[in-house]
């Protein structure tokens, strides 16, 4: 199996043998629409998990050629290369073992394609055998991000008895609701964590990345909580998933629906 995954896997660095991270404990796995929404939302939670001297990966479903773009004679192919060497710049920044690129468009997250992607995701998790996984949460307003969440879903679902911890990610979309969220404080990590959301350059041209996830995870940290004393200064907050892998027959609607029902309840 690890010879097939190779197609898809690049190492941090050369020497790194993913045959090292079979089933090996405490991994974490981190399934990214496009390059950079990995690092975007659990950027600081890879970094810690890593400096814990867990094996931290990414895998990015689709190649990002469809990017927005400054310069419009920049080719979809030249943005595809781009964005996979910029992703691999921002792995080393949080000290990640490597990313797995699928180099899917946008467009193949259905058909064919989809289940190809699909048993891929299969063989990675039958291989790492991850402890956490996170992916977006079903709250984007992004239809690249909410197609690879039903993609990450069904692949888990598939595992049989790998049972990871499921956790959710939010970026084009607050997820406001009564469930389960969990806090993780990473004040010690924003610094590097900034450092790889810089690595993807094509995107910060048009757009600043590094500003927006530097005041949305501070504003996380002063009004997650209302009538507590702050406590620290950055934070990335997930949606507890596992639900969604307790209860196969839960869709996602109705998971949402649970959800925000919960949150009326508090106020009626």
């Known amino acids: 199996m690890e010879k097939a995954l190779n197609k898809y896997f690049i190492p941090r660095h050369k020497e790194i043998p993913l045959r090292d991270y079979s089933g ?69 920044a949080v000290n990640a073992v490597g990313g797995f690129f699928l180099r899917l468009r946008s467009e193949e997250l259905t058909g064919a394609k989809k289940e190809e992607a699909s048993q891929i995701l299969q063989e990675i998790l039958g291989f790492l055998k991850p402890t956490e996984v996170f992916l977006p949460a079903p709250y984007e307003r992004h239809p690249t991000h909410q197609a690879c969440t039903q993609l990450g879903l069904e692949a888990l679902r598939a595992m049989g008895d790998l049972r990871p911890a499921l956790f959710g990610y939010s970026l084009w979309g607050a997820f406001w609701g009564g469930q ?89």
Do not use: C
């Open 180 to 268: 389960r969220r969990i806090v993780r404080d990473i004040s010690a990590f924003i610094s590097k964590k900034v450092e790889a959301v810089l690595a993807h350059s094509s995107q910060i041209a048009y757009k600043n990345f590094q500003q927006g996830i530097l005041g949305k995870n501070n504003y996380e940290a002063i009004f997650w909580e209302s009538h507590e004393i702050q406590k620290t200064s950055f934070v990335e907050i997930f949606l507890d998933m596992n639900e969604l892998l307790a209860n196969k027959s839960l869709t996602m609607a109705d998971f949402v629906r649970q959800d925000l029902e919960a949150l009326i309840k508090s106020y009626w």
């Open 24 to 92: 090996r404990k405490g991994t974490v796995l981190v399934i990214a629409p496009h390059p950079d929404d990995d690092v975007l939302g659990v950027g600081g939670t890879m970094l810690e998990a890593s400096e814990e001297g867990r094996g931290v990966f990414s895998v990015y479903i689709t190649d990002g050629r469809g990017s927005p773009r400054k310069d419009p004679g920049i080719s979809d192919d030249e943005m595809a290369t781009t964005r996979e060497k910029e992703a691999l710049s921002a792995l080393k």
